[in-house]
């Protein structure tokens, strides 16, 4: 089966990381300019788009993703097209991501003209990352093979893409989007219309409590960034974060989570009422067997194992290994 071609409807920085990330995949790509511009704009702003793409494609071979001798053939893959050129690359297409500004008039006008040009099968994906697919779907003509996909910045390199699909989306067009980005070596995950998605709405609670941290002196900025890069991301990176909670137990959380917002005075540290559940049924994680994850037909030590391992690759990957005598 033929990969499936590919359309970015707006060439700015996701279009573009889009493109790279299919053409890398063996996709043919149409980046489709939305705005009207003059034949000598067009032409400025289609070099500029292809020198970045070729750019970012060497710096990738480069850093040894690659071969070298790839680039300018994935490069090759990628059509740039004019506003007025978008009904056939639009109609060419099996899959469409809106890909523009993140104002509801912007997406408004991507939408009309993608309905009125994609091919009656084509899953059509915006790429938002602050309104929601409930509030999009109804701008969609045939609603159903529309859904979010969320990527993560730089989408070339970013393994995870938060699909969110609206109600009136067909479960078989999340399935089918799923399944092409999981041939393209990507991890998608299925989340519900909510703010935030998943990725956002935690890193901006981790962020701000950075960031009031830099604020209140707690340690210098770089130090804090030493922490989150070697304490706080090193972990999250091998354990998931409910999977973590599990791992050191889920009535650390609590207590740690009850003396946090008794010494602080602040109820943002308190503990939710999904892990105050949990420790009322003695749901407590890895050592009860039973958390968030259900352990019990799991043979724990070798879970244990290929989580450490795993740790220990880390380690050696970051050149942190620890020092042996």
């Given at each position: ?16 990381g889009i ?11 149409h980046?489709?300019?939305?705005k ?13 788009a292809a ?10 071979a ?13 490069a ?13 690359a ?28 994609a ?6 994906a ?28 730089p ?7 938060e699909?969110?699909?609206?109600e ?28 935030g998605?998943?990725?956002p709405r935690i ?5 701000n ?12 900025v ?11 991301g090193?972990r ?13 137990g ?5 207590h ?13 540290y ?7 559940r ?7 994680g ?31 990957h ?8």
């Amino acid at each position: 089966m033929s990969a499936p071609v590919i359309a970015a409807a707006g060439a700015g920085r996701m279009g573009r990381g889009i493109a790279v990330t299919f053409a890398m995949a063996g996709h043919k790509v149409h980046l489709v300019d939305l705005k009207p511009r003059s034949d000598a704009e067009f032409d400025a702003l289609a070099a500029s788009a292809a020198a970045e793409i070729a750019a970012t494609l060497d710096m990738l071979a480069n850093i040894g993703l690659f071969a070298p001798s790839k680039s300018g053939e994935m490069a090759n893959r990628v059509e740039i097209h004019p506003l007025g050129a978008s009904a056939g690359a639009l109609g060419a297409s099996e899959v469409i991501f809106e890909a523009v500004p993140e104002t509801l008039d912007a997406k408004r006008e991507a939408f009309s003209l993608i309905g009125r040009h994609a091919a009656g099968e084509a899953i059509i994906a915006s790429t938002t990352s602050t309104i929601l697919s409930n509030d999009l779907a109804p701008l969609v003509q045939r609603p159903g093979r529309f859904l979010n996909a969320h990527w993560l910045n730089p989408a070339f390199l970013v393994p995870l893409v938060e699909l969110s699909p609206a109600e009136e989306t067909d479960p078989d067009v999340t399935a089918r989007l799923k399944a092409i980005l999981e041939d393209i070596g990507k991890i998608p995950i299925v989340c519900k219309p909510s703010p935030g998605f998943v990725v956002p709405r935690i890193q901006i609670l981790a962020m701000n409590e950075a960031a009031r941290m830099a604020e209140e002196g707690v340690a210098s900025v770089e130090d804090i960034d030493k922490a989150t890069k070697y304490g706080f991301g090193f972990r999250f990176a091998i354990l998931g974060m409910l999977e973590f909670i599990d791992w050191g137990g889920g009535d650390i959380l609590y207590h740690a989570s009850n003396y946090m917002s008794r010494t602080t005075g602040d109820d943002r540290y308190e503990a939710p009422a999904i892990v105050k559940r949990n420790m009322e049924a003695g749901r407590t994680g890895l050592q009860a067997r039973s958390g968030f994850l259900d352990y019990r037909s799991m043979d724990i030590e070798p879970y244990r194992r290929k989580r450490l391992g795993a740790f220990v690759g880390m380690l050696d990957h970051l050149g942190l290994s620890p020092k042996i005598k």
